[in-house]
């Protein structure tokens, strides 16, 4: 009896071959062998593809090919638990079947029934064995042998892309709600045969995303634990929407972060390792986000020069804040400012203060007062008071004013300040 096999590339496996020569001198015993072809010729079929069988049976005398013979398809496990008739075929007169017999390798198509596949990695896929089998035929009245052979089904993961959809800008202190998609970019091959792959991209039900975010923006996704959002299964929202996945973060700043700005590769989501049917994958974003709603009191004033004299001019910055102590930034809304003076005596030079186009900050100029003493003023945003800076007015000797009970006890003061120190430093005041 005549065995035919040989080695070939992925692409084109041999199958070993099982002849059934049933009672002796009494049936013409066969050969049956098969290819198998794949999507890509270097590569292992990976799931949600197909692949062709195609197999050839012969007479083990003539090596003629065998027309019109039955030849039947069976997908297993190497458990045992998974038993599934693809379906059959006739042979031409070739002996092969035209066209191959495709396998589409995808869980829910009719022929795997309640089975399931499942990929491995690329360097360790999961084997399921492809029987192609001949019971036996009597053809143009000779009766003929059964014979089989099997062909490993080598199955990889699918490679697919993680999207990061929605969530990619939001406000300091309120919930950010990030969604993310799991995207098979060729698709399903069709569980009617008529591709070997889909015909676009589509995204994945049923698939478990990982969500982080890089809160203090150092790089590392797991310190502090609340970086990790959370897990999320795929769903649609209808039949005709996308598949995603969903979390809410909590942007209120813990320890000062998460600060206000645009943070580089700040969302992470991930496919894990764990998935039966596709490739680990991973994708990120940049997160933008803006400072919370304008708190005049968080709101920061300072002066230029820091110690000015008296009958100098000084240069007062606003530096507005959120209620967390963001600084709100050149693209912030605009606001209109004031600083005015509520104690201690000099004067501002315009009715209010002019915005920074490249910081966003706001200054406003003030004539100080002739005699050394601490002015008071008070930030006013939108109407709204806001925080207050003491600006200490300083003779140009260095003397500084104090608070006294009448003016005469002040001047007195004064005058002996600014004699000791012109004593020490032999100078006159």
Known sequence: MKTASSFLLPSALALGVTLFPGAAHAQQATSLSATLRTVDPEKDPAYSDAVDVMPVLTRTDTEGPVVGATLEFYLR????????YVGSAVTDDEGRINPAMRIPLVNGCDFLGNAT???????????????????????????????????PIRLVKETVQVKIIAGTSGRVGEPLTIKATVEDLDGDAPCDRSAMTGDRAQTLV??????FLDYNSDGDFSD????????????????????????????????????????????????????????????????????????????????????PTAGSSVKIIATL?????????????????????????????????????????YFQFMEGPAQPSTVKVRLMVDGQSGSSLDIEFTSACGCRSTRSSGPEGAMAFLVAACALGARRRKTLC
Do not use: C, W
Not at 77 to 84: F, K, L, P, S, V
Not at 206 to 211: D, E, S, W
Not at 274 to 299: F, I, M, T, W
């Open 321 to 361: 804040r959120d209620a967390f102590g963001n600084e709100q930034g050149p693209d912030a809304a605009e606001h209109v400012v004031q600083i005015v003076v509520e104690e201690g005596g000099g004067r501002m030079v315009e009715a209010k203060a002019t915005r920074d186009p490249e910081t966003g900050r």
């Open 117 to 151: 596949l499942t990929g491995g990695p690329l360097d360790a896929p999961v084997e399921y064995p492809l029987e192609v089998l001949f019971a036996g035929d009597t053809i143009n009245g000779e009766p003929l042998a059964g014979s089989s052979t099997t062909v």
């Open 77 to 84: 496990d190497t458990a045992g638990n998974m038993n599934a």
């Open 224 to 307: 502090p634990p609340r970086e990790f959002l959370g897990n999320d299964v795929t769903e649609r929202d209808n039949a005709d929407s996308d598949a995603y996945a969903s979390v809410v973060a909590d942007t209120t700043p813990q320890g000062g972060t998460p600060r206000a700005g645009v943070r580089d590769n700040a969302l992470l989501v991930q496919l894990p390792a764990n998935d039966p049917l596709y490739l680990a994958a991973s994708g990120s974003s940049r997160l933008v986000l803006e400072p919370a709603a304008l708190d005049p009191q968080k709101s920061t004033l300072t002066v230029e020069p820091e110690k």
């Open 206 to 211: 049923g698939r478990t995303l990982a969500f």
